[in-house]
């Protein structure tokens, strides 16, 4: 009898025990495991584990249906994997069950730019930054700024940039896109006094020393953009912008020399010499310790240039006619990836002194006359 009881008890506890699993239990918080699943999936995504990431925040779902996190963490997921309509939905829900959530509405500002949305970007962006207790505002305005750019609207890109600034005066990434912007609309001095400021929060590298060079180039000082040039070429021999600047460097004007008539060379030979010396060739630049560059009439080098404009023109640079601009791209990055100067892409494109474009326009790489509609 004694051992049937212990027996029942058992079994009851078992079958309780059971009960709770099922429904989770007095004990379990749902809200946390979401989280922790949310926490999961996200971190199997960034490592490209995607059907894992899939199956934890599917989990989470079931944990807090009613969770704005996890429609968040799901959005992302489909913005991710290119699913924008469900990327969107989830957004949606999620920002209607936290509407005052500052980091979802940034978020859902940068999927609907992404998709070309810039005025409902901008209000959601706007939204996060009026946001109370909200950290990240200098990260939202760079945001707004990006997605402006990339709407060919670079006067209020350059506006958010500062804007980012002033709530972060020390962020190296928007004071570096924001003299990227300023060398794009010829604003040089501008270009310059935000490069200082870079300069006192990042270590030098390749980029930032060629944006000196542009800055120094477009103020008129070759003897600057000479010296900055000489410390790329030092500090960074193998990068692809030392390359490029010597490949730009040899399609810079070289003095002509012209060959005297035997008259004017015996007018112009000392009495006491019978042995008269042309002038030597070698540009000044080698004397101060620069590259030895040819003379217009003494190339060395075959690599086709544009005689408008001086700009090399690789093999690879003739075949291509046009290029579409990218996300996240603008023209000074668009003109270092083809060799072309700035001012030449904009007269070949008509585009405006600000160099706006944007995502998914076609840029001429050749003079119009060359290119057959």
């Given at each position: 009898m004694r051992i049937c009881l212990v027996l029942c008890l058992v079994l009851l506890a078992g079958c309780v025990s059971e009960n709770q699993s099922d429904g989770f239990g007095s004990s379990f918080d749902q809200e946390e495991a979401a989280q922790t699943r949310v926490s999961l999936g996200l971190t199997y995504?960034?490592?490209?584990?995607?059907?894992?990431?899939k199956q934890n925040l599917d989990k989470a779902l079931t944990f807090a249906p009613d969770s704005a996190?996890?429609?968040?963490?799901?959005?992302?997921?489909?913005?991710?994997?290119?699913?924008?309509?469900r990327a969107a939905e989830a957004y949606e829900t999620a920002m209607e069950l936290a509407p005052n959530d500052a980091d979802i509405a940034n978020s859902y500002g940068a999927f609907l730019c992404q998709n070309g949305r810039y005025d409902q970007a901008?209000?959601?962006?706007?939204?996060a930054v009026n946001a109370e207790q909200y950290a990240n505002s200098a990260q939202t305005y760079e945001n707004m700024a990006l997605c402006a750019q990339s709407?060919?609207?670079?006067?209020?890109?350059?506006?958010y940039l500062n804007s980012a600034l002033?709530?972060?005066?020390?962020?190296?990434?928007?004071?570096f896109i924001l003299t990227e912007m300023y060398v794009a609309t010829e604003q040089f001095e501008l270009a310059e006094q935000t490069l200082k400021k870079y300069e006192r929060v990042a270590r030098v590298s390749a980029d930032s020393l060629w944006m000196a060079i542009e800055i120094a180039t477009g103020k008129g000082d070759l003897a600057t953009a000479g010296q900055y040039g000489d410390m790329l070429l030092s500090m960074y021999p193998d990068s692809a912008l030392s390359k490029l600047y010597i490949r730009r460097q040899k399609t810079l004007p070289q003095p002509v020399i012209k060959k005297k008539s035997k008259s004017q060379e015996m007018a112009s030979a000392p009495v006491a010499s019978t042995n008269a010396v042309e002038p030597s060739a070698t540009p000044t630049s080698q004397v101060r310790g620069e590259p030895a560059m040819p003379t217009a009439e003494a190339s060395v080098d075959n690599t086709p240039v544009n005689k408008q404009t001086g700009d090399v023109q690789t093999a690879t640079e003739q075949q291509t006619a046009f290029h579409i601009v990218q996300p996240g791209e603008n023209l000074y990055r668009i003109s270092l990836k083809y060799n072309i100067k700035l001012k030449t892409l904009k007269q070949w494109n008509d585009l405006e002194d600000n160099g706006s474009i944007k995502i998914g326009m076609k840029l001429r790489l050749a003079p119009p006359a060359s290119q057959s509609n």
């Open positions: 995504l960034k490592n490209g584990n995607y059907s894992q990431a996190s996890t429609h968040y963490g799901l959005a992302y997921y489909y913005q991710v994997v290119g699913e924008v309509e901008k209000n959601f962006f706007l939204q709407q060919g609207k670079g006067e209020d890109a350059i506006m002033k709530h972060q005066p020390g962020r190296a990434k928007t004071l």
